[in-house]
């Protein structure tokens, strides 16, 4: 079982549409979450951390819940430029090293 | 704030040579910085963890005598693929983590490598 799971998509979504992304981590020892984009053949960028009260930054949404060792994320009337792969990062067992997920691609089309 | 920059962007060498990729946190100081590879349409992979002033933690199945890690200030890692062959192509990238205890990393822009 791989230590970090995204649902790989592709999610082909039009401008407007509301969309989610789930991820399950293994370790439950992990104690940061993120969520980062990333761009074509760019580095990945981070996007928000995701807190136990859930947190939200604009259009965007995050979630977490320990006891089901599960993540989301929730993006509200997509924009094209929110077209990009959505990676579900989770701090290992090792204290500070990240693990990621394989990403979840994102389309938004008009 | 928490900008790494990594030098050169893209480079094309032949195989056999040696190429090496520098990261710098530009406006903070990162006493640990990673490594990390990725192969296209796959996630990123870390190859190892290098820490300012000590050797590099290489992951299982990392060739350390290979891809040869320095981090010789708080500012300044290098990974330095040796003797390349075209299987080494691929783009690889450095973070360097924050010391909030947060365990937030920030990436450098890459560097994609094609061993010819």
């Not at chain 1, 509301?18 to 293994?26: E, K, L, Q």
């Not at chain 1, 604009?58 to 060792?69: E, I, K, P, V």
């Not at chain 1, 989770?90 to 389309?107: C, P």
């Not at chain 2, 190429?19 to 990390?36: H, P």
Request: hydrophobic content about 30%.
């Amino acid at each position: 079982r791989k230590e970090v799971e995204q649902d790989p998509g592709p999610f082909n979504v039009p401008e407007g549409a509301t969309v989610a992304f789930n991820c399950t981590y293994s370790n439950s020892a992990s104690q940061s979450f993120f969520w980062y984009r990333q761009d074509c053949r760019k580095e990945p960028k981070l996007l928000m951390s995701v807190y136990s009260s859930g947190n939200e930054d604009g259009r965007f949404t995050a979630q977490l819940n320990r006891a089901s060792q599960y993540i989301s994320l929730l993006i509200r009337d997509s924009k094209l430029s929110d077209s990009a792969t959505y990676l579900c990062v989770v701090n290992s067992e090792y204290g500070n090293k990240l693990v990621f997920g394989a990403g979840t691609i994102l389309r938004v089309k008009s | 704030g928490a900008v790494v920059s990594q030098h050169p962007s893209w480079v094309i060498c032949k195989s056999g040579t040696s190429v090496k990729i520098e990261c710098r946190s530009l406006d903070f100081q990162a006493t640990t910085m990673f490594w990390y590879r990725q192969f296209p349409k796959q996630s990123l992979m870390l190859m190892a963890t290098s820490n300012e002033g000590s050797k590099a933690t290489y992951e299982q199945g990392v060739e350390k005598d290979k891809f040869l890690i320095n981090h010789a200030s708080l500012t300044l890692s290098t990974l330095t693929v040796t003797s390349a062959h075209p299987e080494d192509s691929s783009f690889y990238i450095c973070s360097a983590g924050t010391d909030g205890g947060t365990y937030e990393q920030y990436f450098g822009p890459g560097t994609r490598l094609t061993v010819t």
